[in-house]
């Protein structure tokens, strides 16, 4: 798969990923994609947003505090990336929660994400295959999505990934399990909205999207890995994990990664 020669690529071309992101993620999502070496940009106005995603290398939309504003922008965006060939990729948080999420998720997904980035309760609600999430958190054990994650893959015609200890990312034909990672990522604040924002980025790039998301999830697995190894806590964690991505290179990447094929 060359997963380092992706990382390095990726930082060469310094994408511009364009993120209607939640207010919780702002901040440390811009932080972490500046210190993958791509450059973020927050617009969610609807008077701007789908311009702007004309001139973006990626969008992403993450739905965690949603408003009829920024629902209208969302779609306006995404309708535009696509129109302009740009990918895009939806982090449906907590999608299943209310009726309000499953029917802007349900709208999303209508307007084909080239990727699709979420927890196994988020992934099994999208597909609408229930799950059994609480809130932003997961209920359901990634090989519980697998089957879902395919099918989804299949609807929107692109990457559908599973975040979780062991994770999923599928085409819908193929498929791969990534195993980088540690438990405390899961609690630091915005690590998995920021994720969305590095997938992009690697999306922004040539080639096979699979192997793209799949080269995204293990790079910062190993990242997570490395600043864990260092970190007293969820608190000096959050501190190291912009200087592990940073400082990670793709022969250390390569070396490190857990990907094989599912």
Same mark, same amino acid.
């Given at each position: 798969?060359?997963?380092?020669? *992706? ?6 071309? #310094? ?8 207010? $919780?993620?702002?901040?440390?999502m811009? /932080?972490i994609?500046l210190?993958?070496g791509?450059a973020?940009?927050?617009?969610h ?5 789908a311009e ?14 949603l408003?009829p504003?920024?629902t209208?922008?969302m ?7 696509? @129109?302009?060939g *740009?990918?895009? $990729? ?5 999608? #299943?929660?209310?009726a309000?999420?499953?029917? $802007?998720?349900? *709208? ?15 992934i ?6 229930g799950? !059994?999430?609480r809130g932003?958190?997961? @209920?359901? /054990? ?8 395919r099918?989804?893959? *299949? ?11 062991? &994770?999923?990312v599928?085409?819908?034909?193929r ?5 980088? @990672? ?8 915005a690590? #998995?909205? !920021?994720l ?7 999306l922004?790039?040539?080639? /096979? ?15 997570g890995?490395?600043?864990?190894? =260092? =970190?007293? @806590?969820p608190? &000096?964690? =959050?501190?190291?994990? %912009? ?5 990670? &290179?793709?022969?250390a990447l /390569?070396?490190l990664?857990k990907?094989? %094929?599912?």
């Amino acid at each position: 798969m060359e997963i380092g020669k *992706r990382l390095e690529a990726m930082r060469r071309a #310094g994408p511009l990923v364009h993120n209607i992101t939640n207010y $919780v993620a702002m901040q440390r999502m811009a /932080d972490i994609l500046l210190a993958a070496g791509a450059a973020p940009a927050m617009i969610h106005a609807r008077e701007e947003a789908a311009e702007f995603a004309r001139i973006a290398s990626a969008l992403t939309v993450n739905i965690g505090t949603l408003s009829p504003e920024w629902t209208a922008a969302m779609a306006e965006a995404a309708g535009a990336a696509r @129109g302009a060939g *740009r990918p895009w $990729v939806l982090d449906p948080v907590a999608a #299943g929660a209310t009726a309000y999420r499953r029917e $802007v998720s349900a *709208r999303l997904v209508a307007l084909k994400p080239d990727a699709v980035k979420g927890n196994a309760s988020e992934i099994l609600a999208l597909a609408g295959a229930g799950g !059994a999430g609480r809130g932003v958190e997961a @209920g359901d /054990d990634v090989a519980a999505a697998e089957d879902a994650a395919r099918a989804l893959a *299949r609807l929107t015609g692109g990457i559908v990934a599973v975040t979780g200890p062991v &994770d999923f990312v599928t085409d819908g034909a193929r498929a791969f399990r990534i195993a980088n @990672g540690d438990a405390v990522m899961t609690r630091v604040t915005a690590i #998995g909205c !920021a994720l969305t924002g590095v997938v992009a980025a690697f999306l922004a790039g040539e080639g /096979d999207r699979l192997e793209a998301a799949a080269a995204a999830l293990a790079y910062y697995g190993v990242a997570g890995e490395r600043a864990a190894a =260092a =970190a007293a @806590g969820p608190g &000096d964690f =959050a501190q190291r994990f %912009p200087d592990a991505l940073f400082a990670l &290179d793709g022969a250390a990447l /390569d070396r490190l990664a857990k990907v094989e %094929p599912a």
